[in-house]
């Protein structure tokens, strides 16, 4: 009895060995590289997102401001329509700045300064 429980010691000891050491004879460089996830293709909007050498260009959300109008009216003037509008980049106050996207992929860029706008 004594000798058929030292064998089973022997042997589970043995077994626990082998899993102490799971990388024995395997090198470091077999290890498979650590995933990343993959980029993301769109913004929280639901626009498509641009890349710059992988790096994510961030992107604005667009806000109406108090000029917005103005801005649509003098990108109008210079041919630039289309997209969501005018979009206020600045904090709101007594100087504003404002975006926009033109139907040819051009930006046109506006600053107020106390309701008077002009083209930047």
């Given at each position: 009895m004594k000798r058929s429980l030292v064998l089973l010691l022997c042997c589970t000891s043995l077994l626990s060995a082998c899993s102490w050491?799971?990388?024995?004879g395997k090198s470091a460089d077999t290890q498979p590289a650590p995933r990343k996830p993959a980029p993301r293709t769109t913004a929280d909007d639901g626009t498509p997102l641009g890349y710059v050498d992988g790096v994510e260009?961030?992107?604005?959300?667009f806000r109406a401001g108090v000029?917005?109008?103005t801005v649509e009216?003098?990108?109008?003037q210079q041919g630039?329509?289309?997209g969501w509008g005018a979009g206020l980049v600045s904090e709101p106050g007594?100087?504003?700045i404002y975006r926009m996207t033109c139907?040819?992929?051009k930006?046109?860029?506006a600053k107020c300064e106390l309701k008077q706008c002009k083209a930047m």
């Open positions: 050491m799971p990388t024995l260009i961030q992107k604005v959300p000029s917005s109008a009216s003098l990108a109008k630039c329509t289309g007594p100087v504003e139907e040819n992929g930006v046109f860029m």
